[in-house]
């Protein structure tokens, strides 16, 4: 095994508490579940797991430490990547109606946006190119010479830990959608999320573009 078991472990706490701690990815799936449905939740999460894999791969290649190394590159994927979920943000105070003085009620999310979605905003989230490069490089045996292969099973481990506790949250969310969702509670969950959207893109940029 490429990882030590002692490692792997220890990696694993590491990785749980990580991924318990809410970002635009989980806000993501909990409005697209408690608006458009368990099945539109799980792509959504689906897209996540993608976005991880690039990013397992791309650590493997070496270029995650070349985007992170190069402040323009950082600087740029940062700025995709908050206006995309300010973006995203957007698009959720649009569903919430005229409250905000915007339009009202939309269609609920497709599977294809919802795909779309998830991956860009994962893809593009320099919160998680830093994750894989100063998390996992602790996990990582230099002397061994499968540097590739340790990084690609923390990955796959880290992606493992992702999908069991998102497939919760959308399991969660579904329940509670047939017990709470109303119109009126639908367009408070798109006004709640636009707004968690927007402040955590804004914190995204501001931290790592400014």
Known sequence: MPVDPAILIAFLIAASVIIVSPGPDTVLIIRYTMTSGGRVGMVAMAGVQLGLAIHTIAAAAGLTIIVAASPVLFKGVA?????????????????????????????????????????????????????????????????????????????????????VWQVAIVAAAEKARRWLVTPSVARGISIVTGIILIVLAAGMIWTHAI
């Open 79 to 163: 700025i995709v990547g908050g206006a995309y979920i300010a973006f995203l943000g957007y698009q959720a105070l649009r569903a919430g109606g005229g409250g905000l003085g915007l339009t009202g009620d939309g269609p609920p999310v497709g599977i294809h946006k919802a795909w779309r979605d998830a991956v860009m905003s994962n893809v593009f989230n320099p919160k998680v190119i830093l994750l894989f490069l100063a998390l996992m490089p602790g996990f990582v045996v230099v002397e061994k010479d499968n540097t590739a292969a340790q990084l690609a099973v923390l990955g796959a481990a880290y992606i493992a830990i992702n999908i």
